[in-house]
């Protein structure tokens, strides 16, 4: 199918879907490569058959947003939000839990992947902090609706370009290395569970210190649905919780329940009701 074929299925597509086309303009091809596989396997011509062929089979849309996931991500992803987390944000959120009389930071990972930006937590807390807070630890939940992901969160072995970015010492001490894998050791595992959960849908059970939805929600989803994901980041944070976005994200225009706390990294806290 040619590109512009593509961008026009996509421009059409995506808002009956509740997604927006600039989230998808640069990772288009990935998902024009999917639909076009899914074009063959339903035996029809052309893309224009498989608009047709979404008019007249609605279960097929659901089989169209799963091919509109993109799932890329990595260990210590923007690295700067990391380093902030580690100096700043967790220590506030120590010193919250400990003054409320609680000793466990509760994170969200949401959209999870295959658990880097979860794991990347588990091992900040590890390698920067845990040692300051002896009496106080973290446990992270990811969501993510992709049960093939989930799986491989779960199993946490990783090849090296999704760990090539953490400090040298952090990859030989937390990870396992057997030939092109490396597989993150219990300890580091423990901290961290991980539930099949559509963002759309449902939330888990909070109320959460933190909640990290980088990359899925404010990249792909339409203004109103970022507005109900919001609202439901809202109801599952603490006062005074974090919520961290990506670093080329924005939350929709008019929001005043969250307030830029570190602004260039995508770190808002969440303001007094
Ligand atoms: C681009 S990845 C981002 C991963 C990680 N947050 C990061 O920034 O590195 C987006 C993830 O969100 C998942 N996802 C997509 N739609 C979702 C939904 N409705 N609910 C939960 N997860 C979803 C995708 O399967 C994918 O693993």
């Known amino acids: 199918m040619k590109d512009a074929k593509c961008i026009q299925f996509l421009q059409w597509a995506l808002p009956r879907l509740r997604m927006r086309w600039p989230g998808f303009r640069k990772v288009r091809r990935q998902v024009c490569?999917?639909?076009?596989?899914?074009?063959?396997?339903?035996r029809l011509n052309d893309v224009e058959s498989y608009r047709e062929y979404l008019q007249v089979h609605p279960d097929e849309w659901i089989y169209l947003d799963s091919l509109c996931r993109i799932s890329i991500s990595r260990f210590y992803r923007d690295k700067g939000v990391?380093?902030?987390?580690?100096?700043?944000?967790?220590?506030?959120?120590?010193?919250?839990?400990?003054?409320s009389g609680n000793n466990t930071i509760k994170c969200w990972s949401a959209g999870s992947a295959s658990g880097e930006e979860a794991y990347t937590i588990a091992l900040v807390w590890q390698f920067v902090l845990s040692l300051d807070y002896p009496d106080i630890g973290i446990h992270i939940t990811g969501t993510e609706v992709d049960n093939n992901l989930l799986g491989r969160a779960e199993r946490a072995c990783y090849l090296q370009s999704s760990v090539k970015d953490l400090p040298e010492k952090w990859l030989s001490q937390a990870f396992n290395r057997t030939g092109k894998q490396y597989c993150l050791y219990p300890e580091f595992r423990e901290k961290v569970n991980f539930i099949s959960q559509d963002i759309r849908l449902a939330a888990p059970d909070g109320p959460f210190h933190i909640?990290?939805?980088?990359?899925?929600?404010?990249t792909y989803f339409d203004i109103s649905l970022q507005k109900e994901v919001l609202g439901r980041i809202f109801d599952s944070l603490l006062?005074?919780?974090?919520?961290?976005?990506?670093?080329?994200?924005?939350?929709?225009?008019?929001?005043?329940?969250?307030?830029p706390w570190i602004s260039n990294m995508g770190i808002y806290r969440k303001a007094f009701v």
């Open 211 to 218: 909640v990290l939805c980088r990359n899925l929600a404010f």
């Open 82 to 99: 990391f380093d902030c987390i580690g100096d700043k944000v967790l220590p506030a959120l120590a010193q919250l839990t400990a003054n």
């Open 33 to 42: 490569k999917r639909i076009n596989r899914r074009i063959s396997e339903l």
């Open 239 to 259: 006062n005074e919780g974090i919520l961290v976005i990506g670093i080329h994200e924005l939350l929709p225009g008019g929001i005043t329940y969250f307030r």
